[in-house]
């Protein structure tokens, strides 16, 4: 029984791997030794960073119909046009994307460019300085945010009086109308309208 691996990552057989370097290593040797010229290396530049989002998401959740004759790159799935290959899943699209043929394809060998100190102190610079940006936009929304409040606040504060003044001036009103209205009554003679004329 073959033993199961504990994750689905790729294993590698190191002996065999170390086995084919020694080879080549050795062949190597042979060929400077016969004087044979080495095939001329492709220069290929170094890895770059990528300066662009990769688009995952823009097709979730369509559908689309294909056919015999469709190209394959509208067949669904991820497509590569750098390589013209379709990919059907995101994870295996970025593993596709960051793999060397992928990247061969590009022009790009699979080297990084060592950083210098000086750039990694620009990197540590910038970054800080790009925090503390951060920083101030915060303060800046948090105190538009108060004075937002602030504003509010007083305006429920001159609406409930504009309010109270209104409800007081209608009570004035309401007891000089019923004050008119006994004045009347006495005037005519009763005391009271509704409730006597409804008995
Ligand atoms: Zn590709």
New binding site residues.
């Given amino acids: 029984m073959t033993q199961r691996p504990d994750d689905h990552r790729r294993k590698w057989n190191r002996e065999e791997y170390e086995r084919i370097a020694l080879q080549r290593l050795q062949e190597e040797i042979a060929e400077e030794e016969l004087g044979i010229p080495k095939a001329p290396t492709v220069k290929r530049e170094l890895l770059k960073q990528r300066d662009y989002k990769v688009d995952l998401e823009s097709k979730l959740g369509k559908s689309v119909v294909i056919n015999k004759a469709t190209p394959s790159s509208q067949t669904g799935g991820y497509y ?6 379709v990919v059907k899943d995101s994870i295996n699209f970025l593993d ?2 960051n ?1 060397t ?2 990247q061969r ?2 022009g790009m060998s699979m080297k990084i460019e060592r950083s210098t100190l000086d750039q990694v102190k620009a990197r540590f610079a910038a970054n800080k300085k790009k925090m503390e940006e951060k920083k101030k936009d915060y303060d800046l929304e948090q105190r538009v945010k108060e004075l937002k409040e602030e504003e509010e606040k007083i305006k429920e504060y001159r609406k409930e009086r504009k309010k109270d003044r209104k409800r007081k001036i209608e009570e004035a009103n309401e007891e000089e109308e019923s004050g008119a209205v006994d004045e009347m009554a006495a005037i005519m003679g009763f005391s009271g309208f509704a409730s006597k004329n409804r008995k």
Avoid: M, P, Q, Y
């Fill in positions: 590569c046009n750098v390589c013209d290959c596709h994307i793999g043929k992928h394809n590009l």
